[in-house]
């Protein structure tokens, strides 16, 4: 290579540095444009924010893709209706990558870039926890969907709440009488090793105990296990009931593996549904669920009693009978969970109609409306049924459905009460300054 | 114009620029700035081992967790205040790096990076297993009420950019003065030919290991400034992901150079923001940017920086 052609060479290398700068400097003029746009009409023509935090990819992706779904069914029947005060909703979504780190900069970025009235839609617990305190700080109203305990337990702060979907302490503490009066009294559970399963560990055993029950074995599988042959042999003789909330990539392997051990002459099984939210039930290696049961949010398959509300929320979503969506049959939703979506944009629409909603300076009315709110009849608007909302824990309480596995679907045998899902509040958030 | 002043002119620049940033830029670059000066702290730390000492570790997050729990774990058990608990996180760092870099530094090369690796994902598990105190993957929040360093509420958008920036000049001038002394030239010459600087009389061992004490605790400093100024702590942040970042930023920077971490911490950053902002295939065009700036500036941005314009570039 000639001198000249070096002297060529590195031009073009600048060149496309330069050019790449440009580009970069022209996206990110792009990206900073949402906060500074400003809308010519008057203030009450302009769309009513919602940051939409979504799990579109890392592990939560399968429920972010129905959360999504969900999401844009309900603003699209809101904005049919009218919006919200007049306005419409614009839902902006930003993808967390199911990460905490990343979702509290989703969180900044909804509210100091794209100027988001607040933000909502979050799942995984970890991601909740991480971006919580940057919503207090940055005080927009933070609107989760977790089903964690965290916000009940008075971890986080006045400005997150959860009023579309009860936590696992309240789901646990309502199925627990079920277990032991239905099923056995002498429990084994099995569940992974971190703060989820050690939540249901903790509030399940308490709850059996106070139900009659024993949980005679606790058995805690290390997140990173692949093959489950070798914790089968510490489930006990006696065990009248085993207890599972394995989630993740293996617990196919896991249910395949348990049917092997035990053939024929297993004990009841009661397993919670997020083992399989988004898994066709009629999946190879599943069969061996037939007979047992399971915790749903919502049943994910349309019952004999359907109520018209149930009806209305799968038609408008696009999921059908079984469960999966209308335009594909083995896309299966997340069913237990994502109506907490649905629930929650509902809840937010009264808040901000109770307050009266108009821009940012109206955040802490719209805490305050939240918080006035208690029980919310089952509706279109809370298809899963009815609900009560705790204004000082920022927690909804609502019924639980416990469905057993017959001829590859799950049909409800028993819906848990409002009341047996409460506890003594731990925290009273009401006394935070907003 | 000495190399040396104009090197003290360009760090001088940067802060004095970042000290403007937060009167210039719109709020959310302002909060990303601060996430970028703490992150970027990390790659200082790393850099040390890996772009003055040649030592590639692939367990830096291990370092990180070691400060962000330390700091977090006194706080929410041991009831203490930001400035205790904050020094606890240095003096995990420090404890966890001395006591790996003893084992490891046994290693040298492939097995190195490996050994660090298995370390760290050791420290993860260690977190999950300790689930009751830790609370695992889902971890715990730091209240503002427990992030008050010397009556400065580290909660606060201004006073968390200025806590910051302090402690990202604070660690730019420790590295720049660490690499003109000798302890800091001997890593460069071990970096350059081992064997030789083993055969001009200087203890290679002694000065490996100073090396991992100082890229740790600089980790663990960044790890428990990030928990207090964000509020907080996770498992998310000891996984092999954390590991691998550090690398990036540096290469993307410039290894061997003081502001190419910083450069690349603000470089993958901005990167991300924008494209997953675009498309859900976000890591896929990170991944074709990477790969671009590989072919066109392997030396990372300030190496080319150095290698084209500026020689001077410490």
């Known amino acids: 290579m000639t001198t000249n052609d070096k002297k060529d060479l590195l031009a073009t290398r600048r060149d496309i540095l ?128 977790s089903e964690g305990h965290h916000v009940a337990s008075g971890a986080l702060n006045r400005y997150t709440l959860q009023p579309g979907i009860c936590d696992v302490k309240s789901q646990v503490k309502s199925m627990a009488p079920f277990v032991t009066q239905n099923l056995g009294k002498k429990v084994t559970m099995i569940f992974p090793d971190y703060a989820f399963g050690h939540d249901h560990r903790d509030f399940f055993s308490a709850a059996v105990e106070a139900n009659g029950g024993q949980i005679i074995e606790k058995i805690a599988i290390p997140p990173t296990e692949t093959s489950f042959t070798r914790y089968f042999p510490k489930i006990p003789r006696e065990t009248e009931v085993i207890y599972h909330v394995m989630v993740g990539p293996a617990v196919l392997t896991f249910v395949k593996e348990m049917g092997e ?104 009315k719209l805490i305050e409306a939240v918080e006035a709110m208690t029980d919310m009849a089952q509706s279109n608007e809370h298809p899963q049924g009815a609900k009560r909302f705790n204004g000082k824990t920022h927690q909804v309480f609502g019924p639980q459905y416990i469905s057993k596995v017959e001829g590859g679907k799950l049909v409800v045998q028993h819906q848990t009460s409002i009341e047996d899902g409460l506890y003594d509040d731990e925290v009273d958030y009401t006394t935070q300054a907003l | ?154 909660s606060d958008a201004t006073y968390r950019y200025f806590a910051a920036l302090v402690l990202f000049a604070i660690v730019m001038l420790a590295t720049s003065r660490l690499i003109q002394a000798p302890f800091g030239r001997v890593l460069i010459a071990i970096r350059e030919n081992e064997e030789r600087t083993r055969m001009l009389g200087y203890d290679v061992y002694r000065h490996k290991l100073g090396a991992v004490i100082l890229s740790g605790t600089i980790s663990a400093v960044s790890g428990a400034a990030y928990g207090l100024l964000f509020g907080y702590v996770g498992a998310s942040f000891a996984s092999v992901q954390y590991s691998i970042l550090p690398l990036l930023w540096v290469l993307l920077g410039g290894a061997g150079t003081i502001v190419g971490p910083f450069l690349g911490t603000l470089f993958m950053f901005y990167l991300i923001d924008l494209t997953s902002s675009i498309t859900t295939a976000y890591m896929l065009l990170a991944g074709a940017a990477l790969v671009l700036l590989t072919l066109f500036a392997p030396e990372g941005l300030a190496g080319s920086f150095r290698r084209r314009l500026a020689p001077w570039l410490p």
């Open chain 1, 18 to 145: 330069k050019g790449a700068a440009a580009g970069a400097g022209a996206l990110a003029a792009t990206s900073a444009l949402p906060g500074f746009v400003r809308y010519a009409q008057a203030q009450s023509s302009e769309p009513i924010k919602i940051g939409f935090q979504v799990h579109r990819t890392g592990i939560g992706a399968a429920y972010g893709r129905w959360y999504d779904r969900v999401t844009t069914a309900a603003a699209k029947l809101i904005n049919d209706g009218g919006g919200i005060n007049g306005r419409p909703v614009e839902i902006i979504a930003e993808d967390d990558g199911t990460d905490p780190k990343r979702g509290a900069e989703v969180v900044e970025k909804f509210a100091s870039q794209h100027k988001c009235d607040i933000a909502y839609g979050t799942l995984f617990s970890h991601v909740v926890m991480g971006s919580a305190p940057r919503a207090g700080e940055l005080k927009i109203p933070y609107f989760v969907v």
């Open chain 1, 261 to 364: 051990f035990y053939g024929p002459n297993k004990p009841q099984i009661f397993g919670f549904i997020d083992s399989l939210e988004a898994v066709d039930l009629n999946s190879p290696g599943l069969e061996f669920l037939d007979g047992t049961y399971f915790w749903e949010g919502m049943p994910r398959y349309a019952q004999a009693d359907q109520t018209p509300y149930d009806k209305f929320y799968r038609d408008h979503v696009g999921v059908d009978g079984n469960g999966a969506s209308t335009a594909d049959a083995k896309d299966v939703s997340t069913y237990a969970h994502m109506f907490g979506c649905w629930e929650t944009l509902f809840v937010i629409k009264a808040g901000m109609e109770a307050a009266g909603y108009q821009g940012t300076g109206d955040r802490t």
């Open chain 2, 1 to 154: 114009m000495t190399p040396t002043a104009k090197a003290f002119l360009l760090h001088g620049g940067l802060v004095l620029a970042l000290v403007a940033g937060h009167f210039i830029l719109p709020e959310y670059h302002q909060g990303n700035l601060a996430r970028i000066m703490a992150l970027a702290v990390y790659a200082m730390g790393y850099n040390v081992l890996f772009g003055y000492s040649g030592l590639l570790s692939l367990g830096h997050a291990m370092f990180f967790s070691a400060g962000m729990y330390g700091m977090g774990l006194s706080v929410q058990h041991l009831g203490f205040g930001a400035g205790p608990a904050f020094v606890c996180g240095i003096l995990a760092g420090v404890v966890l790096a001395t006591a790996v870099g003893v084992l490891a530094l046994r290693t040298t090369g492939v097995a190195f990076m490996i050994v660090t690796l298995m370390f760290s994902q050791a420290v993860f598990l260690t977190i999950l297993y300790f689930t009751p105190w830790t609370r695992g993957d889902e971890g715990f929040v730091i209240q503002p009420v427990d992030r008050m360093l010397f009556g400065i509420d580290l």
